[in-house]
């Protein structure tokens, strides 16, 4: 028995090992059969992973899915070589040979965006070739760009958005334009969205009045990092949902998620140098004694300086350069962002901090933002969405209220004079001049004088979605933006600084603290259907009801005569005597419904029509609501059966035309109701405090209306290697809101009517090129051109007005009915008078006495006098075309890109530089008059010497403002995955950058790129040199794990 077990054991173990050879064998002949090949795809630009690619073995039936990582394998009987046929929605499909059996990364870049792209418009997102409207997506490499503000890199963009920084201090605010301006009195601006609330860039907000000089920019509390894309809505196709707030465009942005996949870590940042690209070209001292003696000549009074004088006093102080510096800029970020198949989430920090090139100036921000969002079930998801900053901004004082003559802390120390010492031996600031009683130095004005404004933002948004059934969204938000500004001055008494009417000197220190605290409540109600019949029609309804509630509450105090200048501004009680005391508030509502259709069939035909309707608190009660339909129509020609012979070469052709109305909900608020102010009068021989009406009630008070109409074109050659997009558009703006003026004897100034209209007209292109495509060279260009025509239709009774000058001058501007809003007005010139010319009797300007070597003026009626009917335009600051041109470039690891941007026609008003040619005693003057008139120079170009000058405005001071500026440049280098793996990252890149750093004009101030009265869109151009331009270089690195 036992002998058989063991023989039974002996054959089991015989038949095991033969299976086991027999298995061993057919396994071997299977993998020599089966190969894996294993591979990964990732997105060309960003090196991510593209989860959910396919790939797809060509001539076969196996195909995989990418993983979460990007990464697939195939177990095939195919062998090398075979070709992969890759592909992803959004992005290029692409043909790889592969010819052995190692793993190989794929890098698909993205697709024609005028194919694929889902865009996002006015609640909700379309498929980019259903868009009917003029949505234009900013490139995200322009994202990417360093940037102190998200609306700086608006700036050559998008083809219709003029973007103009109102000066080059850190955090200053710019001026933006949506296909030209809409409004004469009131908001120009557009609206901005950001993850679907609604804020307005309402820099009233972030001014108590306590401050001095520019207005903070409440947009650059945002850290522009945050942002994944921007959309700029231009026409009423697209803008009409947003009802009366839609008719100066609307920006929408979408910040960055957290994706499905591992848990990612970025650190980006840089450090950079600023430096200033231009000064001035001004007097030395030697110089500017023989124009003293020169003036004192043109007097009959003898000379001030002698020959040997004015040689000993050489070259003088530089207060130009006295105040400037190179500055450090520097920005860090980091990042955790992850997810899985229920919740997605970001959470990011920022920390940046840019120094002046003017001493005593810079802004710097701290910022924290989260992201989140979750699939509670299949049915019901919610999102949260919170953001907080900090910012801190110093900035150079203004002009003193209610000032006499323009003035300001940095031109003021650029017209000191060059003979004054800037510092005594003892090292110790000069404050002496022969010329003023008073301490003055202007250098030490910037230095000492406080001028701080703090502002903290909060928002943040709560949403929930419910599917009610498979196809029926209903969608409820609420959110709320917080804006908390704290503004601080101080003008101690040792210094010639704004205060209140006069300076710090004769107020014996003035200080001045402010508060703002601004609220905005949002809640949105949507409900949404999706529905496909036969995969043939395709409609998507969208219903709403939204709220908004926005409320100001702002308080100034300021003194004066401190007994000292140590608590500042920290002890308003402490002075003598209170100067200010005020405080105010303001609050609003706006309701509305809205409703939108959208409708393709086949995606071949497409129309879009929306209709809202908003009823505004700010209104008179006969005009509380206001009704904004449109209509967008397109034709997608290319997917049309007698097109597909020319697909080859044209990838898309699509016709659209729109029309609608908008508004412009920038009324004042209360500005249809009755208004009292305090007021003294005599009561019973004694004077006392009451109350009088200065406000009439308009009830039948409303918005601002612009109808819009829009044709466009958009092309795509040869799979989209090349994109043209066309758009023409006409604008008019009805019911403008002016300020009539009334009869004395009503006991009234004015009275707030709508009764103007303007009419913008325009067209815009955009060229996008792929030049190169291949495998380690790649290389992409865009070019982008607009023009738009701007003119004042009516004025209602009136046929044009001078907009309101500072106190003594003459308003450079005009707005009139024929002309573009805010037309530089003044004389035309020939040169300088002559004796001849006076001999013959000449005309010469009406009241003065001019003599030979004064400003010859144009007789521009011809009736034989130079009087103010001789004034007449002499251009405007809105340009006639503004392009861009840019280029991104890749060789193997390295990129490279660059964006130039320039504006072509446009007019400036140099005021400094008209200063600077009026000669006085006491401060200095532009190097131009060194050709001035006199005995000795006939020949001279500037007018002679005088000490009573009489100013105008002059086409000489009217200068040409076209530049185009090298805005950017950039060289990065992205590490090899070889480098990474090593130090366990998926990305690696460093870069070298340079922004300004190139300027081509013809206009002498320090940029063509300013505006003194910040978004006054009566006043644009009108430059006082108030900071100088400045050039940055960086050094950056962004490292993802």
Same mark, same amino acid.
């Given at each position: 028995?036992?002998?058989?077990?063991?023989?039974?054991?002996?054959? #089991?173990?015989?038949?095991?090992?033969?299976?086991?050879?027999?298995?061993?064998?057919?396994?071997?002949?299977?993998?020599?059969?089966?190969?894996?090949?294993?591979?990964?795809?990732?997105?060309?630009?960003?090196?991510?992973?593209?989860?959910?690619?396919?790939?797809?073995?060509?001539?076969?039936? /196996?195909?995989?899915?990418?993983?979460?990582?990007?990464?697939?394998?195939?177990?095939?009987?195919?062998?090398?070589?075979?070709?992969?046929?890759?592909?992803?929605?959004?992005?290029?499909?692409?043909?790889?040979?592969?010819?052995?059996?190692?793993?190989?990364?794929?890098?698909?870049?993205?697709?024609?965006?005028?194919?694929?792209?889902?865009?996002?418009?006015?609640?909700?997102?379309?498929?980019?070739?259903?868009?009917?409207?003029?949505?234009?997506?900013?490139?995200?490499?322009?994202?990417?760009?360093?940037?102190?503000?998200?609306?700086?890199?608006?700036?050559?963009?998008?083809?219709?958005?003029?973007?103009?920084?109102?000066?080059?201090?850190?955090?200053?605010?710019?001026?933006?334009?949506?296909?030209?301006?809409?409004?004469?009195?009131?908001?120009?601006?557009?609206?901005?969205?950001?993850?679907g609330f609604i804020i307005y860039n309402n820099n009233s907000f972030t001014n108590s009045g306590a401050s001095n000089g520019s207005s903070v920019n409440a947009l650059a509390t945002i850290n522009p990092s945050d942002i994944e894309s921007i959309e700029i809505l231009k026409d009423a196709?697209?803008? #009409?949902?947003?009802?009366?707030?839609?008719?100066?465009?609307?920006?929408?942005?979408?910040?960055?998620?957290?994706?499905?996949?591992?848990?990612?870590?970025?650190?980006?940042?840089?450090?950079?140098?600023?430096?200033?690209?231009?000064?001035?070209?001004?007097?030395? #001292?030697?110089?500017?004694?023989?124009?003293?003696?020169?003036?004192?000549?043109?007097?009959?009074?003898?000379?001030?300086?002698?020959?040997?004088?004015?040689?000993?006093?050489?070259?003088?102080?530089?207060?130009?350069?006295?105040?400037?510096?190179?500055?450090?800029?520097?920005?860090?970020?980091?990042?955790?962002?992850?997810?899985?198949?229920?919740?997605?989430?970001?959470?990011?920090?920022?920390?940046?901090?840019?120094?002046?090139?003017?001493?005593?100036?810079?802004?710097?921000?701290?910022?924290?933002?989260?992201?989140?969002?979750?699939?509670?079930?299949?049915?019901?998801?919610?999102?949260?969405?919170?953001?907080?900053?900090?910012?801190?901004?110093?900035?150079?004082?203004?002009?003193?209220?209610?000032?006499?003559?323009?003035?300001?802390?940095?031109?003021?120390?650029?017209?000191?004079?060059?003979?004054?010492?800037?510092?005594?031996?003892?090292?110790?600031?000069?404050?002496?001049?022969?010329?003023?009683?008073?301490?003055?130095?202007p250098l030490l004005d910037i230095i000492a004088t406080t001028n701080r404004s703090y502002l903290t933002r909060v928002m943040g948004s709560a949403s929930a979605e419910y599917k009610l059934w498979k196809e029926l969204v209903l969608k409820v938000t609420g959110g709320v933006d917080l804006?908390?500004?704290?503004?601080?001055?101080?003008? @101690?008494?040792?210094?010639?600084?704004?205060?209140?009417?006069?300076?710090?000197?004769?107020?014996?220190?003035?200080?001045?603290?402010?508060?703002?605290?601004?609220?905005?409540?949002?809640?949105?109600?949507?409900?949404?259907?999706?529905?496909?019949?036969?995969?043939?029609?395709?409609?998507?309804?969208?219903?709403?009801?939204?709220?908004?509630?926005?409320?100001?509450?702002?308080?100034? #105090?300021?003194?004066?005569?401190?007994?000292?200048?140590?608590?500042?501004?920290?002890?308003?009680?402490?002075?003598?005597?209170?100067?200010?005391?005020?405080?105010?508030?303001?609050?609003?509502?706006?309701?509305?419904?809205?409703?939108?259709?959208?409708?393709?069939?086949?995606?071949?035909?497409?129309?879009?029509?929306?209709?809202?309707?908003?009823?505004?608190?700010?209104?008179?009660?006969?005009?509380?609501?206001?009704?904004? @339909?449109?209509?967008?129509?397109?034709?997608?020609?290319?997917?049309?059966?007698?097109?597909?012979?020319?697909?080859?070469?044209?990838?898309?052709?699509?016709?659209?035309?729109?029309?609608?109305?908008?508004?412009?909900?920038?009324?004042?608020?209360?500005?249809?109701?009755?208004?009292?102010?305090?007021?003294?009068?005599?009561?019973?021989?004694?004077?006392?405090?009451?109350?009088?009406?200065?406000?009439?009630?308009?009830?039948?008070?409303?918005?601002?209306?612009?109808?819009?109409?829009?044709?466009?074109?958009?092309?795509?050659?040869?799979?989209?290697?090349?994109?043209?997009?066309?758009?023409?558009?006409?604008?008019?703006?009805?019911?403008?809101?002016?300020?009539?003026?009334?009869?004395?004897?009503?006991?009234?100034?004015?009275?707030?009517?709508?009764?103007?209209?303007?009419?913008?007209?325009?067209?815009?292109?955009?060229?996008?090129?792929?030049?190169?495509?291949?495998?380690?060279?790649?290389?992409?260009?865009?070019?982008?051109?607009?023009?738009?025509?701007?003119?004042?239709?009516?004025?209602?009774?009136?046929?044009?007005?001078?907009?309101?000058?500072?106190?003594?001058?003459?308003? @450079?501007?005009?707005?009139?009915?024929?002309?573009?809003?805010?037309?530089f007005w003044g004389y035309s010139t020939n040169g300088l008078l002559t004796a001849e010319d006076l001999s013959k009797g000449a005309p010469v300007l009406a009241g003065v006495a001019q003599k030979v070597g004064d400003t010859k003026y144009v007789d521009y009626t011809g009736d034989g006098?130079?009087?103010?009917?001789?004034?007449?335009?002499?251009?405007?600051?809105?340009?006639?075309?503004?392009?861009?041109?840019?280029?991104?470039?890749?060789?193997?690891?390295?990129?490279?890109?660059?964006?130039?941007?320039?504006?072509?026609?446009?007019?400036?008003?140099?005021?400094?530089?008209?200063?600077?040619?009026?000669?006085?005693?006491?401060?200095?003057?532009?190097?131009?008059?060194?050709?001035?008139?006199?005995?000795?120079?006939?020949?001279?170009?500037?007018?002679?010497?005088?000490?009573?000058?009489?100013?105008?405005?002059?086409?000489?001071?009217?200068?040409?403002?076209?530049?185009?500026?090298?805005?950017?440049?950039?060289?990065?280098?992205?590490?090899?995955?070889?480098?990474?793996?090593?130090?366990?990252?998926?990305?690696?890149?460093?870069?070298?950058?340079?922004?300004?750093?190139?300027?081509?004009? /013809?206009?002498?101030?320090?940029?063509?790129?300013?505006?003194?009265?910040?978004?006054?869109?009566?006043?644009?151009?009108?430059?006082?040199?108030?900071?100088?331009?400045?050039?940055?270089?960086?050094?950056?690195?962004?490292?993802?794990?």
């Amino acid at each position: 028995m036992n002998l058989f077990q063991r023989y039974k054991k002996y054959l #089991a173990g015989k038949l095991l090992l033969f299976l086991s050879l027999l298995f061993s064998t057919f396994l071997s002949i299977a993998q020599n059969n089966n190969v894996q090949l294993i591979g990964k795809v990732v997105d060309d630009r960003t090196k991510e992973p593209l989860v959910g690619a396919v790939v797809h073995i060509k001539g076969t039936t /196996h195909h995989v899915v990418a993983d979460e990582e990007g990464a697939f394998t195939f177990i095939t009987g195919q062998k090398v070589p075979v070709v992969y046929e890759v592909s992803h929605v959004g992005y290029e499909t692409r043909e790889i040979t592969v010819s052995d059996y190692k793993p190989i990364d794929i890098r698909l870049k993205q697709g024609n965006a005028q194919l694929s792209d889902v865009v996002v418009v006015g609640y909700g997102t379309q498929r980019r070739s259903d868009v009917s409207g003029a949505v234009t997506t900013v490139p995200k490499n322009l994202l990417t760009q360093p940037a102190t503000s998200f609306d700086n890199l608006l700036q050559g963009a998008v083809p219709g958005v003029a973007v103009t920084q109102s000066s080059a201090q850190p955090g200053s605010t710019a001026s933006i334009r949506v296909r030209g301006g809409n409004s004469i009195s009131f908001g120009n601006e557009p609206l901005y969205v950001i993850d679907g609330f609604i804020i307005y860039n309402n820099n009233s907000f972030t001014n108590s009045g306590a401050s001095n000089g520019s207005s903070v920019n409440a947009l650059a509390t945002i850290n522009p990092s945050d942002i994944e894309s921007i959309e700029i809505l231009k026409d009423a196709s697209a803008t #009409a949902i947003y009802g009366s707030r839609g008719a100066n465009g609307v920006v929408v942005i979408t910040t960055r998620r957290g994706k499905k996949g591992t848990d990612e870590f970025n650190y980006s940042g840089y450090f950079g140098k600023q430096q200033v690209s231009k000064k001035l070209d001004l007097l030395n #001292a030697s110089q500017w004694a023989a124009l003293v003696n020169d003036i004192n000549y043109s007097d009959g009074k003898a000379a001030t300086f002698s020959d040997s004088a004015i040689a000993a006093l050489g070259s003088g102080s530089d207060w130009q350069s006295s105040a400037l510096r190179d500055a450090p800029v520097q920005n860090h970020e980091l990042s955790l962002a992850g997810g899985d198949d229920k919740s997605r989430y970001l959470i990011s920090g920022n920390y940046f901090n840019q120094q002046g090139t003017v001493l005593n100036t810079g802004f710097k921000r701290y910022s924290a933002r989260l992201n989140y969002e979750r699939n509670v079930t299949d049915r019901f998801k919610v999102a949260a969405n919170i953001f907080g900053s900090r910012s801190l901004e110093d900035k150079l004082t203004g002009s003193p209220f209610n000032s006499i003559n323009f003035s300001g802390a940095y031109p003021s120390l650029v017209q000191s004079s060059p003979v004054a010492l800037i510092k005594n031996g003892d090292g110790t600031y000069n404050t002496t001049s022969p010329y003023t009683s008073q301490p003055t130095n202007p250098l030490l004005d910037i230095i000492a004088t406080t001028n701080r404004s703090y502002l903290t933002r909060v928002m943040g948004s709560a949403s929930a979605e419910y599917k009610l059934w498979k196809e029926l969204v209903l969608k409820v938000t609420g959110g709320v933006d917080l804006i908390n500004t704290k503004q601080n001055y101080y003008a @101690p008494s040792y210094t010639n600084s704004p205060a209140g009417s006069s300076n710090g000197y004769t107020m014996g220190g003035y200080g001045s603290v402010g508060t703002v605290a601004a609220v905005s409540w949002l809640n949105e109600n949507t409900l949404t259907w999706d529905h496909t019949w036969q995969n043939t029609h395709f409609v998507n309804l969208l219903a709403g009801y939204t709220t908004q509630f926005s409320k100001d509450e702002s308080a100034v #105090a300021s003194s004066q005569k401190f007994p000292n200048d140590l608590t500042t501004y920290n002890n308003l009680s402490y002075a003598g005597s209170a100067v200010l005391s005020l405080s105010d508030a303001h609050q609003s509502t706006l309701n509305s419904y809205l409703a939108r259709v959208n409708y393709s069939y086949l995606h071949k035909y497409n129309i879009t029509l929306s209709e809202r309707a908003d009823g505004s608190s700010r209104l008179g009660a006969n005009n509380k609501w206001g009704y904004f @339909p449109s209509i967008g129509l397109s034709w997608n020609i290319n997917k049309e059966d007698f097109f597909q012979r020319f697909d080859r070469y044209v990838s898309n052709l699509k016709l659209r035309l729109t029309a609608g109305k908008t508004g412009n909900s920038e009324v004042p608020p209360y500005s249809s109701l009755a208004a009292l102010a305090p007021t003294n009068y005599y009561f019973n021989s004694t004077l006392v405090t009451g109350i009088s009406p200065v406000q009439l009630a308009n009830p039948n008070l409303k918005w601002e209306t612009t109808t819009q109409y829009n044709a466009g074109v958009d092309v795509g050659l040869f799979n989209g290697r090349i994109n043209l997009t066309f758009d023409a558009y006409y604008k008019k703006t009805s019911d403008l809101l002016l300020y009539v003026p009334f009869p004395l004897y009503t006991g009234y100034t004015s009275q707030l009517e709508n009764v103007g209209s303007v009419e913008n007209k325009g067209v815009e292109l955009g060229l996008s090129t792929e030049n190169v495509k291949s495998k380690n060279f790649n290389w992409r260009s865009t070019f982008l051109i607009a023009a738009n025509r701007n003119k004042v239709l009516s004025l209602g009774a009136s046929s044009s007005y001078f907009p309101v000058a500072p106190t003594g001058q003459v308003s @450079p501007v005009i707005v009139q009915v024929g002309l573009p809003v805010g037309t530089f007005w003044g004389y035309s010139t020939n040169g300088l008078l002559t004796a001849e010319d006076l001999s013959k009797g000449a005309p010469v300007l009406a009241g003065v006495a001019q003599k030979v070597g004064d400003t010859k003026y144009v007789d521009y009626t011809g009736d034989g006098a130079v009087t103010t009917a001789d004034k007449h335009n002499l251009g405007s600051a809105q340009p006639k075309f503004t392009a861009s041109f840019s280029n991104n470039i890749s060789w193997k690891h390295f990129d490279l890109s660059f964006f130039i941007q320039g504006s072509y026609g446009n007019k400036l008003f140099n005021l400094l530089q008209q200063k600077l040619e009026i000669p006085t005693i006491s401060l200095n003057a532009s190097a131009a008059l060194l050709n001035r008139y006199s005995a000795t120079n006939p020949n001279g170009t500037v007018a002679r010497a005088t000490n009573s000058p009489v100013p105008q405005v002059t086409d000489r001071y009217i200068e040409d403002g076209s530049y185009a500026k090298l805005k950017n440049i950039t060289l990065g280098y992205n590490f090899s995955s070889t480098i990474l793996s090593k130090i366990r990252a998926k990305q690696l890149r460093v870069y070298v950058s340079a922004q300004n750093l190139l300027t081509l004009t /013809h206009y002498t101030g320090y940029n063509p790129e300013v505006n003194f009265y910040d978004n006054d869109n009566t006043k644009q151009g009108i430059d006082y040199g108030i900071y100088p331009a400045t050039r940055t270089f960086l050094a950056g690195v962004n490292i993802t794990f």
